[in-house]
């Protein structure tokens, strides 16, 4: 029988699976993304006390995948760290799932270490006491943050193809391959967007006034997961 690893985790997703079991989805800060079977975890609160829950860090003890299964098998469960800020408001629960699967989606079959791990959990706390302009920026913080940590950062201050500073045109593009790029420069095909939108992006929680429209800044962040996933992604928030 394989060995069993202990780590701090963050469930991604859970899905319901036989009468009483689930399927989830951990990034945790030692092993990446694991995909676990929890038995019994709808039907017992007792064993995994909380640790399953979303929104929740928790040290988590898992056998791994062997060569009958995809799956690990979750011993057990301890939750240490929540967030129960995002329950106070609707914008911030709905920004919150919306984090959750982007790292699913674009750490599934991508190395995450200890800082990818920190910096999602530093996500969420930052979303706790976000203002509603702000939960949407949060969002795209941590979109363009988690394709900087896999080799495909969206943009640097100046334009790849031509040097000019991007956005100072007032519109900034996203080409197929998620590369950000001006106005100027952008290829048939390229998303266009308002450069405004980029205030959304500050890890110092800096936003425009008037804020940016949630929805745009949403489009924005699918447009960059896209081009990398290479497939058309969207961020979907299903509460």
């Known amino acids: 029988m394989a060995e069993t690893v202990e780590t701090p985790a963050l469930v991604l997703d859970r899905i319901?699976?036989?009468e009483a079991d689930l399927i989830l989805?951990?990034?945790t800060r030692d092993h990446g993304i694991v995909s676990a079977l929890a038995r019994g975890a709808r039907?017992?609160?007792r064993r995994f006390a909380g640790g399953?829950?979303?929104f929740v860090v928790a040290d988590v003890r898992f056998r791994p995948a062997g060569a009958r299964s995809s799956?690990?098998?979750l011993a057990g469960s301890e939750p240490v760290?929540?967030?129960p800020g995002l329950f106070d408001a609707l914008d911030r629960l709905e920004a919150g799932q919306a984090m959750l699967v982007l790292a699913r989606d674009l750490l599934r079959d991508a190395p995450a270490g200890e800082a990818t791990f920190f910096r999602v959990v530093e996500a969420l706390a930052r979303l706790e006491t976000a203002s509603p302009g702000q939960t949407a920026g949060e969002v795209l913080a941590l979109a363009v943050a988690l394709l900087s940590d896999l080799g495909h950062p969206p943009?640097?201050?100046s334009c790849p193809a031509c040097g000019e500073t991007v956005g100072a045109s007032g519109v900034v593009a996203v080409a197929p391959d998620g590369a950000m790029l001006c106005g100027r420069c952008a290829p048939p095909g390229a998303a266009r967007f308002s450069a405004a939108l980029l205030g959304g992006a500050s890890l110092e929680g800096d936003v425009?006034?008037?804020a940016p429209a949630r929805a745009d800044v949403l489009s924005l962040v699918a447009a960059l997961v896209s081009g990398v996933l290479g497939r058309r992604w969207r961020v979907r928030i299903d509460l």
């Open 16 to 18: 319901p699976y036989g």
């Open 25 to 27: 989805h951990l990034l």
């Open 43 to 45: 039907g017992s609160r």
């Open 52 to 54: 399953v829950d979303l």
């Open 71 to 73: 799956l690990a098998s």
């Open 81 to 83: 760290r929540s967030f």
């Open 155 to 157: 943009a640097d201050e």
């Open 208 to 210: 425009p006034d008037p």
